[in-house]
């Protein structure tokens, strides 16, 4: 186990505990989680006053430098990956109401909260495209989500493998994808998906 105390999210202070012995891949931060809270840092018009809904949120890294930035955040993963979710937010100070299981290809019906009457108006994802078995569940959580709330989808991941171009032209038959510039890191490629 191992912890950082870093600032992400427009100056603000965050505490991240991370374990990969314990939590795997989920505790760990990934370059494109703090790309992407850097990259919201600088747009914070993005997540501001927003209902933020966070995929795959592994430490929790993005759902709380979103939180610090102003947006009303669910950060969402796997039910054998919430318990490093969760112990990040307490260390952030952030009540674990904000946080919740959810297996992409779930029916939305599936998706239960705390927080009384949420609905997304942003879907986060971050270093969420790497395993190739559950590309197709993904996909159907992004669709699921974005045609039901008309919300954008931001995707930011480390194109590594063939795959991982394939699943975005797979995304290219429902979504309009625009590729983001900008300048926290070149290898991070960060993506805006909106359902047509």
Do not use: M
Request: hydrophobic content about 35%.
């Amino acid at each position: 186990s191992s912890g950082i105390n870093a600032e992400y999210g427009g100056g603000h202070n965050i505490k991240i505990e991370q374990s990969f012995s314990t939590n795997g891949v989920a505790g760990c931060v990934w370059r494109s989680a703090v790309v992407l809270a850097q990259y919201l840092a600088a747009n914070s018009h993005i997540v501001k006053d927003k209902s933020i809904l966070e995929l795959g949120a592994g430490t929790g890294l993005l759902g709380i430098a979103c939180h610090r930035l102003g947006g009303n955040v669910i950060s969402t993963d796997h039910e054998t990956a919430i318990n490093s979710t969760i112990r990040n937010l307490e260390l952030n100070h952030i009540s674990k109401d904000h946080c919740c299981s959810f297996n992409w290809g779930s029916n939305l019906e599936e998706f239960k909260t705390n927080i009384e009457k949420f609905t997304p108006d942003v879907l986060l994802g971050a270093d969420i495209v790497y395993v190739k078995d559950t590309f197709h569940l993904l996909l159907k959580t992004l669709i699921d989500f974005s045609s039901k709330y008309h919300c954008p989808v931001y995707l930011a991941c480390k194109i590594r493998y063939e795959k991982d171009e394939d699943f975005l032209k797979e995304t290219e038959q429902f979504f309009t994808i625009e590729q983001i510039d900008h300048t926290f890191d070149p290898e991070i490629k960060i993506y805006k998906l909106l359902f047509i």
